[in-house]
């Protein structure tokens, strides 16, 4: 069995069930330490919460596990977290913010109060955890944020306008402090699975449930965890056995012309696509292919 992990202390929200669950169960069989995050639910004792029942499978193996109760949506949530993994191992060298919820309704059926509730768990969910570790993995010179996103957050897809949006800002925010991380030892990707779990159970068969197992995901997400994975800046779908690499580009430049957009963005679609590292380089080449037309 790889010990690859030994010594190395992770944080997993929404892990008493699910994904988390998994990713927690295979970074404890890798050798770390864990805070394993779930909230409680109204009249739960200690005994009957996923988290825990999560820990003692872990010690169950002859691993290490705490657990958490604090609900992702509390801004205090990630601090808590942070502070758990400090008291308890002495460390923290991995976060991973997985909690989230699902939202099915057409656009116009939402109240604003909607697009509130699913950015409180399926973004500020991956913020309040990222914000509290940054520092802590900052000033020690490594560490790794894994954070979750979803494929609606990419494309889009009908009835999942507040769900889509805030995956998409989890995107933004992972793109962002990938440029900020390297200089710091810090790496920073996102996670976007595919898997049978709670939120996808509606929506799957049982030949679909048996291949989408979220233990095909956990794999990636311990690799990822790695310190000698060099990965930062990624997002990377994953499930049923397959990976895919999914990326932000600019097609090359062409002069605008006002009048025309149909057919200007046609001719757009036919040139060639490139990725840059960051906001900065983007602008810079437009700057150049404007001033090379001048």
């Known amino acids: 069995m790889s010990r690859d992990l030994?010594?190395?202390?992770?944080?997993?929200?929404?892990?008493?069930?699910?994904?988390?669950r998994a990713y927690a169960l295979e970074l404890a069989r890798r050798?770390?330490?864990?805070?394993?995050?779930?909230?409680?639910?109204?009249?739960?004792?200690?005994?009957?919460?996923?988290?825990?029942?999560t820990v003692e499978a872990i010690r169950a193996a002859g691993g290490y596990a705490v657990p958490n109760w604090d609900d992702v949506r509390d801004p205090a949530s990630g601090t808590r977290m942070v502070a758990r993994a400090l008291a308890e191992f002495g460390?923290?060298?991995?976060?991973?913010?997985?909690?989230?919820?699902?939202?099915?309704?057409?656009?116009?059926k939402l109240a604003l109060e909607d697009f509130r509730s699913a950015f409180d768990t399926s973004f500020f969910g991956n913020l309040h955890l990222a914000h509290a570790a940054w520092p802590r993995l900052r000033e020690q010179g490594g560490g790794c944020l894994i954070l979750t996103a979803s494929t609606a957050g990419?494309?889009?897809?009908?009835?999942?306008?507040?769900?889509?949006?805030?995956?998409?800002?989890?995107?933004g925010l992972m793109r962002a402090l990938a440029v900020e991380g390297p200089a710091h030892g810090v790496r920073v990707n996102v996670v976007a699975p595919y898997a049978y779990s709670q939120m996808t159970a509606?929506?799957?068969?049982?030949?679909?449930?048996?291949?989408?197992?979220?233990?095909?995901?956990?794999?990636?997400v311990a690799d990822l965890a790695r310190d000698d994975c060099r990965l930062n800046g990624e997002v990377l779908v994953c499930g049923g056995g397959i990976l895919r690499r999914a990326q932000t580009t600019e097609s090359d430049g062409a002069?605008?012309?006002?009048?025309?957009?149909?057919?200007?963005?046609?001719?757009?679609?036919?040139?060639?696509?490139?990725?840059?590292?960051h906001a900065n380089d983007a602008f810079a080449a437009l700057l150049r292919e404007a001033v090379r037309q001048q």
């Open 6 to 20: 030994d010594g190395r202390v992770a944080i997993v929200t929404g892990a008493g069930k699910g994904l988390g």
């Open 91 to 108: 460390r923290v060298d991995i976060a991973i913010a997985n909690a989230g919820i699902a939202q099915a309704q057409a656009f116009h």
């Open 154 to 171: 990419l494309f889009g897809n009908h009835g999942m306008t507040a769900y889509a949006s805030a995956k998409a800002a989890v995107i």
């Open 202 to 220: 509606p929506y799957m068969d049982e030949a679909a449930r048996a291949r989408f197992d979220p233990a095909l995901v956990a794999p990636l």
């Open 31 to 53: 050798g770390a330490c864990l805070v394993i995050n779930n909230r409680r639910h109204a009249g739960e004792t200690d005994g009957d919460t996923s988290a825990q029942r």
């Open 255 to 277: 002069p605008f012309r006002p009048g025309a957009p149909d057919a200007q963005v046609e001719h757009l679609r036919g040139l060639a696509h490139r990725a840059y590292p």
